[in-house]
């Protein structure tokens, strides 16, 4: 069993940046993939960003260049650095971890306005 718990959202003008934690904890004999989700309302999920346990990273081409993902695999954690933010990443983000199965975080709100 897997718990992810998600933090680092908020509001921040367009331009700024954020960074997105999603550490996980319980017990699990590994973790994979890990990444996040984004979704607006009204609109299917939209996958942003992964990372593979042994680093290799891949971001949907609306976020490459401003996004970047790392992990850290002794503290199963996984991080979303955000620059560059437009009002269209305005969206809840979701994080996700590949173990046994998919596990998810809370969900944490972005929000990008003046």
């Known amino acids: 069993q897997v718990q992810l718990v998600e933090s680092g959202g908020g509001l921040v003008q367009p331009g700024g940046s954020l960074r997105l934690s999603c550490a996980a904890s319980g017990s699990f004999f590994g973790i994979n993939d890990m990444g996040w989700y984004r979704q607006t309302p009204g609109k299917a999920r939209e996958l942003v960003a992964y990372i593979t346990r042994g680093g290799n990273a891949n971001a949907a081409v609306s976020v490459k260049g401003r996004f970047t993902i790392s992990r850290d695999n002794a503290k199963n954690t996984a991080y979303l650095q955000m620059n560059s933010l437009r009002p269209e990443d305005t969206a809840v983000y979701y994080c996700?971890?590949?173990?046994?199965?998919?596990?998810w975080g809370q969900g944490t709100q972005v929000t990008v306005s003046s």
């Open positions: 996700y971890a590949d173990s046994n199965m998919r596990y």
